[in-house]
């Protein structure tokens, strides 16, 4: 089987196709990848030994632009699904598998107009509107938080699950902004951040790259003796150390965090289309698996309300929540339709 893995824009529906693309080269399943030269596709996938071959597209997106901007957008995934067509038609590809994102539309369309099948994986508790858009023409739907779902396991990398572990005690807190990073976590971060010190708490904190030295300098003045990155690739190593997560709650980041059984505070972005984060987190709050606070309703006062609990109880129940063979699970059902 040769599948096209395709979306992205950003590091929440670029993990999932990380996850399912480092699966399929354990099942010897060729992949290639088509993506977009906006957004951070290239930074995840360019050069990478995950597929025969990468093609980043010119796509940007759609949704969000007016008048002579949108017309310009959709000019450009119009030349990219031309473009898409000649490439599934040239590699030979038996299935396309969507991670949403704008940089999934050129490849998902074309898989539709050439009789491909089309598989979509939604991450997000509210449906995207390029998802929602292609769901009547997909093979098949995936969804976390879809009762009718084939397979409900998230597509996380192992070593989440690998490197999980039972918290009691908070000795460690990390605060994560997303892919892009976030302001109001990171002014949060620095606010706390003498408190914490005050309670023997370590800080890891993953500003973004925008922030970082804002927020480098503001703990140097402070003297808080902060680890602070911009971006690590290495999310699964910080996230072992750590006992308490201070998280937006894009859909991988929060699956992440529930297969490390790393409890966590999320503060979800309150511009998400559809306020998909909050619902995500929402998700987890509604089952005694997590906190949740708007960024506007003072989430430091929850915090350090917090950091007196005992973890235990809501860790060992994300061990159980997690499933760990999310990617293998649809992989093994779309090579066995494909076999059909």
Request: proline share 2%.
């Amino acid at each position: 089987m040769k599948l096209c893995i395709t979306g992205g824009g950003t590091g929440g529906h670029l993990a999932i196709a990380k996850a399912v693309a480092k699966e399929a080269k354990k099942m010897h399943i060729e992949c290639i990848y088509i993506g977009s030269t906006s957004g951070q596709d290239r930074d995840y996938f360019e050069n990478s030994d995950l597929f025969s071959k990468t093609y980043f597209l010119h796509t940007t997106g759609v949704v969000n632009k007016q008048g002579l901007g949108r017309l310009k957008a959709l000019f450009l995934v119009f030349q990219a699904f031309v473009r898409s067509l000649s490439i599934l038609k040239k590699e030979g590809v038996d299935a396309v598998f969507s991670v949403g994102g704008f940089s999934a539309a050129p490849a998902s369309f074309a898989a539709i107009a050439l009789s491909k099948p089309l598989y979509i994986h939604e991450q997000n508790a509210k449906t995207g509107r390029l998802n929602a858009l292609l769901k009547k023409y997909a093979t098949e739907f995936f969804s976390s938080y879809d009762e009718n779902s084939p397979i409900k396991a998230y597509p996380v990398q192992e070593s989440f699950f690998d490197k999980a572990r039972e918290r009691k005690d908070i000795k460690t807190v990390i605060f994560l902004g997303g892919s892009q990073g976030a302001k109001a976590i990171n002014d949060l971060a620095l606010k706390s951040a003498k408190e914490l010190q005050k309670r023997g708490i370590h800080i890891i904190h993953q500003t973004g790259k925008a922030d970082y030295d804002r927020v480098k300098e503001a703990y140097r003045k402070s003297g808080i003796d902060a680890e602070i990155y911009s971006f690590s690739k290495e999310l699964d190593s910080l996230m072992q150390r750590a006992d308490l997560a201070i998280s937006r709650s894009g859909a991988s980041t929060l699956w992440e965090l529930v297969a490390n059984a790393l409890p966590a505070l999320f503060i979800p972005y309150p511009y998400a289309a559809s306020d998909h984060q909050y619902y995500n987190a929402k998700y987890l709050v509604d089952n005694d698996l997590a906190w949740l606070q708007r960024e506007s309703d003072d989430p430091e006062k929850l915090l350090y309300k917090i950091l007196d609990e005992d973890l235990s109880k809501k860790s060992k129940a994300l061990m159980q929540l997690s499933k760990k063979d999310g990617a293998k699970e649809i992989l093994k059902f779309i090579k066995g339709e494909i076999k059909r």
